[in-house]
Each structure stands twice: as C-alpha cells, then as structure tokens.
C-alpha cells in the first residue's frame, strides 16, 4: 500500500504597494481567503502531518505550517504498483513513441486548459498541495512529460524515475554525474554563475520525452536513457496461480560525445524532433531525437549549432509559435526559430539602473501567451498576444512582446515590439535570482525564485489596466525612479499571490494546466492541483486560533 503525504502550502497575496505588505493568507484547498492582520509576528500555525492511504479513493488531509521540512515520512512504501497503473503508463508511451513518425497530429502533452473553473484557481490560489515523492536523496532537478511519470536528478547525480500518483520511485540509476568538482576554477566560476550562494550539487538539468530522458552534470556531456519495460512475474491466490505486469525502468543509452566538454546547462524537446541544448560554452545545438537509424547517443554533430555570443544559463522553446529563447551571462535574452535553426532576434533588459540592477543578468526565461485571440462582448475584435518573459539573477521580471504575423508566427523582419505599457520590471521584485519560469494558462505564468517562493502572476494584456501608475516602492526605486515612471497605461503583469514555504534550493516547475510539480522542498517532489475535481483529494483548513501560533516567514 501506498502512502502519500499531506501538506498544506502557504499562499501570500502581495499588494500593489510593497513586497513586505500582507493582507491574506490562503490555504490549500478550496477555501475563500482567511483575512488576517498582517502585522501580527504569529499568524501561521500547525505542523500537524497526516497520512493519504489509497490517494485515488481517499481525502487529502492538509494543515497550516510554514516549512516542508517538519515533514516526517511513513515507513509504509515497500508495495509495488499494480499490473494495470504499469502496464497502461508503458502502454501510452510506446503509443506516443510510434505515432511520432505516422503522424502529423499537433497534440501536445501539457496543453492549455480553458475551463474557467481551473482558471479562477489559479487566479485565486484555490489549489490541493501534497508531497508526491519521497527520496533519500535531495531533489536538483525534475522533468514531467506525461503526468504522473516523472524523472529527477538529484544532489548525488543519480537519475531517478517516479510515478506521481502513486508516490513511488520505480527505478534509479546511481553516480550518473558528480555530485561536486572542487578542483576546476572555470566548473566553480560556472556553478556560481548558475546558482550564485546557493549550489546544492549534482545535475544541472534534465528533460523527458516519450521514453527518451537525457540529463547534464558539472563534469560535462550529456547521458541518454530510455524508459523501457520488463514482464515481472509474481504468485496470486492461495491456490499458487501466477501473474505478471510490466515494470518500468531506466536503461543507459550513452552519451552524446560531441557534448563531452562542453557544459551543458539547460535542456528542451521541441516537438518536430530535434533536442535543443544550452551550452555554458556560448552555444545552442539541435540533435535529432526521433532519428531512427541514428539514436541521439550515436550522433556526431549536431543539426543546429548557434552562437550567441555569451554563457547560455537557461532555454526553453515554445512549439505553438516555433521558437525558443535562451538567458545569457551577459544580459542578453535571445530569440531563435526552432523550425530553421536561427537567431531571429537579441533583447537586452538589464545593465540600467545602479548598484545590484546594473550588475543583473538573464537567468531564465520563456515564451507566455498572454491572451488568446477573442471577441469582446461588443464585438471587437482582440489579437493573440505573445510575450517573452525574463527572470534576472537579482530577482527582476521583465517583459518584450512579441510581434505576431496573421498566420500566428513571430515576424521575421520584427520579432519584437516596442509597447511602453510593459516598459519597467514587474512589481513586486523577487529578492533572489528568479531560477525558473513556466506558464499553466494563457494569461498566467509563475515564477520560481531562490527566495524560497514560487509567484503566480497574471499577465493578460488585456487585463483592466491602472492609469499613471505610481511607483511601487522597494529597496532601490530611489535610485532608478528615472527609468520605472512610465506613467500612462501599465500593462505589466499583476502578481496575485505567491506559494511558500519552499527552501533556497527552488530549480524546477512544470504544469499541465491543471497541476504544478515543483522542486526546493529537499528530498521532495510536491504537487499543487488547481483542478478542483472533487474526487480528487481536499485539503482543509486547521482554523482554531488556537492552532494558530507559529510563525510565518516569505
């Protein structure tokens, strides 16, 4: 039997006035904020932990606290998965695996979900949160193609491979890549490049597709994994009658050689067969993953091979609009077209302002729709709005809109557009280097920061704007008020609330619309689920005050 443990997440609403302004706090579960007084020192409570026996039949029970590590396991995980769970998640990835190449289908995993139900969720924060995975090792890295198969690097440089839903690690590969290198000056430099105070050892990245999974480490190169599947025999009954179901595991492909010394940073599938890889070299390479008379362990060379100029800390591609774009050391957010392999376009947000601001470079960054093409109630006619969104090493997001041509590509003559009601970095600023970003939903994108907090925005542009805008005060407005007074209409993302109770190490999160998988909890793989099935586990509220007496920190 399966055990799954609950959890409650801090939500923080953050005012338009100051980071340090709290008016609510709401819990996990479909609860309507809890108004509290934010200058009490005290306002959280309860590390109350219960147990989920049977995640698919029973309720999730969640508590209040302030910190996942007051979580204490349960010796109960030593059962195995079910003949059908194994069999049918083998089954769909080896369906998927053969219709690459049949097919022109324009399917995606983790597509957009428009229900305005999952929508107002995520808007307000009305999530269920349970940690879904236990290790014995810390959480560096996650990956989630089809929920709830998942992989992990971790601080050891293992690779591990997990069923979400049933809480269970299925399999593990050891000592894949270095869990430290203390000896090389151009490794440390790049280390803390990546991860400034706070680097937790072993791979740096990893992405699954299919049953294809590859994974980075500090010593250089890239490994490749299959996900593949062998009949498990066992007795049933009393009368010694047998049966078998499959189980999953990974199995050691090789290494992409052409990779061998070069430090790989960052990793995306697109999904017309190429593997885009973020070189700290200055590098972007395409390989070839659905090739199938050359694997990706076998290639010498890459398709693609883009120089950008600069240390490449983060990449990600969006196949909707066919592009990708990549956070560079220097500053530089680069937009490339992953149709043919070119840079179409360079934007510099950062180097103005003074002391932290003027030294702030690219660490993430993604491509967001922020509204979907629509008709208003009065019969007007609003366009499709794109953007790319960057998170800076000192906690800034901003944003560059992107210029889409009628048949719903970015222009090639002018990928971006100049819109001064986006112009200035979005408020309130995280106060850490911003490691991670992802997008659930047109319209929202979330944030993920060493801050130890994970910020939901909304980013719709065409969202009821505020006219001449005053400015949000923070530690250094005094000194670059000349560049954020932009006045007039602001259409900069709105950040509705943020998750807590999350720790410095924050690298990954990942949504399908309806779940957020994230890491940053230590030996952890926690699960929000803003889908509001009723059958699908409630969390409540502890709200006797009594209860409420520990304290609560962003």
């Not at 090739?291 to 196949?319: C, F, W």
């Not at 911003?434 to 939901?456: A, E, K, N, W």
Request: hydrophobic residues 35%.
């Amino acid at each position: 039997m399966v055990t799954v443990h609950s959890l409650a997440v801090g939500i923080l609403i953050l005012t338009s006035s100051s980071i340090e302004s709290v008016n609510a706090f709401i819990p996990a579960g479909r609860h309507p904020a809890k108004q509290i007084n934010p200058r009490s020192p005290s306002f959280i409570a309860t590390h109350h932990h219960q147990s989920l026996i049977n995640p698919s039949q029973s309720k999730l029970s969640a508590s209040l606290f302030d910190d996942f590590e007051d979580f204490e396991p349960s010796s109960d995980t030593s059962s195995s998965p079910s003949s059908d769970d194994q069999e049918g998640i083998y089954a769909s990835l080896r369906a998927r695996q053969d219709s690459i190449s049949s097919s022109d289908s324009d399917d995606i995993i983790f597509s957009y979900n428009d229900d305005d139900e999952i929508l107002s969720n995520w808007k307000t924060g009305v999530c269920v949160s349970a940690i879904r995975l236990k290790l014995s090792d810390w959480v560096r890295r996650i990956a989630v193609d089809t929920y709830p198969l998942a992989v992990c690097g971790s601080a050891k440089g293992n690779i591990y491979l997990a069923d979400l839903d049933r809480a269970e690690e299925l399999d593990c590969i050891t000592s894949v890549h270095e869990a430290q290198i203390d000896d090389d000056e151009d490794v440390t430099e790049a280390m803390k490049k990546l991860y400034g105070k706070y680097d937790g050892g072993g791979v740096i990245a990893i992405a699954i597709l299919n049953d294809i999974v590859v994974s980075a480490g500090r010593e250089g190169g890239l490994h490749v994994f299959k996900i593949d599947g062998e009949e498990e025999s066992y007795y049933k009954g009393s009368r010694g009658g047998s049966a078998s179901n499959t189980k999953l595991n990974l199995k050691s492909e090789g290494k992409i050689w052409c990779l061998d010394s070069t430090l790989v940073t960052s990793l995306a599938f697109d999904d017309i067969g190429m593997l885009w890889t973020a070189g700290y070299d200055g590098f972007i390479r395409a390989f070839e993953y659905d090739d199938k008379e050359t694997p990706l362990a076998m290639q010498r060379e890459p398709v693609y091979e883009l120089d950008l100029g600069s240390e490449v800390l983060s990449i990600s591609v969006n196949n909707e609009i066919g592009c990708g774009v990549a956070a560079t050391a220097g500053g530089a957010v680069v937009l490339f077209s992953t149709e043919d392999g070119e840079i179409m376009a360079e934007w510099k947000p950062f180097g103005r302002g003074v002391g932290k601001r003027k030294r702030e470079y690219a660490r993430s960054a993604i491509i967001v729709q922020n509204d979907e093409e629509s008709t208003t109630a009065e019969g007007e006619e609003r366009a499709a709005i794109w953007s790319v969104f960057c998170g800076g090493s000192e906690g800034s997001v901003y944003q560059k809109r992107l210029n889409i041509d009628s048949l719903g590509y970015v222009s090639d003559t002018k990928p971006f557009l100049n819109d001064d009601s986006l112009r200035g970095r979005a408020r309130p600023s995280h106060s850490g280097t911003i490691m991670t970003l992802c997008s659930p939903s047109p319209g929202i994108f979330l944030s993920g920061s060493q801050d130890s907090t994970v910020r939901v925005w909304n980013c719709s542009y065409y969202k009821k704007t505020k006219s001449a805008n005053p400015i949000v005060q923070d530690d250094d407005d005094e000194e670059e008020a000349h560049y954020d007074d932009i006045g007039g209409v602001d259409r900069r993302p709105e950040c509705l609330y943020a998750l807590t109770g999350y720790k410095c190490w924050h690298g990954s999160l990942i949504s399908d619309g309806k779940k957020l998988v994230t890491d940053g909890c230590d030996d952890t793989i926690v699960v929000h689920d803003f889908s509001g099935d009723d059958d699908n586990n409630e969390g409540f509220l502890f709200e006797d005050d009594d209860d409420m007496d520990d304290d609560f920190s962003l």
